[in-house]
């Protein structure tokens, strides 16, 4: 009597040794494969989480406001400890009400729109800084004019700090650039003299979509001048 079951496993069989056999003959590596080759890649890289996130958007429509609530929380189970959130469009400054309450009630995370505190949390682990155009050459002019007003030496240092005094700005150590037109948008220069560059045509607010992303920041030789 013919068991069924037994044909079944023999055709099962056959049919992946075909696929196998097809595979190699067009060059393709099997699913399996290139999940064991991606796994043993990453063994050898060690995964640095950027202490500063930041993202400039370049097309207004690729703003939606539950994507970046997302990339918050998102951004909270990565580990990453700053978030700046450019718009030179004014939509995110005119949604602040809304991003606020995420903050408070579900992130609890600490909030700045353009350098001036909107809320702050005892438990907070995580800084957002919602930037608009102000924060750009602007900031950057009216920092340097405060500098003037005395008669010590104006440094690179004594800039970089009267930023992060005044407008809570400081470097990213990794900027997406959100968008298929390759600008800044008027980003703050100051900011980004060692900063690591990643462009992608959508917002990646998903935990998977952000740890793609800082996978692909951690095979960057960074050097920072050395």
């Not at 580990?79 to 995420?102: C, M, N, T, W």
């Not at 045509?201 to 952000?210: E, I, K």
Request: hydrophobic share 40%; glycine share 4%.
């Amino acid at each position: 009597m013919i068991d069924v079951g037994w044909i079944c496993v023999a055709a099962v069989r056959a049919v992946y040794w075909l696929v196998m056999l097809v595979c190699n003959f067009l060059g393709y590596s099997p699913l399996w494969a290139q999940i064991a080759m991606k796994n043993r890649k990453m063994g050898n890289v060690r995964i640095r989480i950027p202490v500063h996130l930041a993202v400039c958007f370049t097309e207004n429509k690729l703003i939606d406001l539950s994507e970046i609530l997302q990339l918050i929380d998102s951004c909270v189970l990565t580990g990453v400890r700053q978030l700046s959130l450019y718009d030179p469009f004014g939509e995110l400054v005119s949604q602040i009400d809304k991003i606020e309450q995420a903050c408070r009630l579900f992130t609890r995370a600490d909030l700045f729109c353009d350098g001036v505190r909107i809320h702050s949390s005892d438990i907070s682990n995580l800084q957002v800084n919602i930037l608009s155009r102000k924060m750009g050459k602007d900031a950057l002019v009216k920092t340097c004019k405060l500098l003037c007003e005395n008669d010590e030496k104006i440094t690179g240092e004594r800039i970089s700090k009267a930023l992060e005094e005044k407008f809570h700005l400081s470097d990213p150590d990794f900027l997406l650039q959100i968008g298929n037109v390759p600008t800044l948008c008027g980003y703050p220069p100051w900011n980004l003299r060692i900063t690591e560059f990643l462009q992608s045509p959508r917002l990646p607010c998903s935990r998977r979509a952000l740890d793609y992303c800082i996978e692909a920041f951690s095979h960057r030789d960074i050097r920072i001048g050395k």
